[in-house]
């Protein structure tokens, strides 16, 4: 089965930094990547999903990218309301596993 | 508007059985494939099973293979996750994520998945 290894695991930054998060799959998974945000109690929230089309509705500071087995979640510009945890996951196939998650705090 | 709402959670002794539901409002429910996730207590997201929009096709997650089953009925607008020989390690919040790409007996082509999530219902095994 592919494994999916995001990093870093945590994170912290300023308000109005540019914030990198990186998922790699094990194997190639075309485009077929998924980012979630999760904050804490509530339900994941399916942001970015063929590795880089936007869910309707979040904000544009927000932008994926990637392809084949390197992947990219990137927030231009770091807000108070962006703490969460991240999670890539793939669905080119079952298993449709998760990466481990990026918990991503404010300095 | 679209929505998806699971119950059936509680707390179970190992080694017994719970059936989770989950049912849809707001969306033609027999068009979807539907999954379950979980996601024990403080932990990450573990993808569980996945049922194609017939019912006919299904996948699962080795750690669940051979005692959960996942089944649904179109004309109740609900999807199931029966759980059996439950141990302490399926401790864990489930929730049934809708999945809009095209999943029947000739494969799963993926498309637009996990959209849309509800709640989640606690389960706890615990003797």
């Known amino acids: 089965d592919i494994q999916m290894t995001q990093s870093p695991s945590s994170l912290s930054a300023s308000v109005g930094d540019r914030v990198t998060i990186t998922c790699r799959a094990s194997q190639g998974i075309s485009n077929y990547l998924v980012w979630y945000q999760q904050k804490p109690g509530k339900v994941p929230k399916r942001l970015i999903y063929a590795a880089s089309t936007f869910q309707s509705g979040v904000p544009s500071r927000f932008s994926g990218s990637g392809s084949g087995t390197d992947f990219t979640l990137t927030i231009s510009s770091l807000q108070p309301e962006d703490v969460a945890t991240y999670y890539c996951q793939k669905y080119n196939i079952a298993p449709f596993t998760f990466g481990q998650g990026t918990r991503l705090e404010i300095k | 508007q679209v929505q998806l709402v699971e119950s059936g959670g509680g707390v179970v002794q190992p080694g017994r059985s719970l059936r989770l539901s989950c049912a849809a409002s707001g969306f033609t429910f027999s068009r979807y494939a539907m999954h379950w996730v979980r996601q024990a207590p403080g932990k990450g997201l573990e993808w569980v099973a996945v049922i194609s929009y017939d019912g006919r096709t299904t996948y699962y997650a080795d750690s669940v293979k051979g005692r959960f089953t996942i089944s649904r009925d179109n004309s109740k607008n609900t999807v199931y996750l029966q759980m059996n020989s439950l141990k302490s390690d399926d401790t864990a919040v489930y929730y049934c994520?809708?999945?809009?790409?095209?999943?029947?007996?000739?494969?799963?082509?993926?498309?637009?998945?996990?959209?849309?999530w509800g709640q989640g219902t606690m389960v706890t095994v615990s003797s």
């Open positions: 994520p809708r999945d809009g790409s095209h999943f029947d007996s000739s494969g799963y082509y993926p498309s637009d998945p996990f959209d849309i």
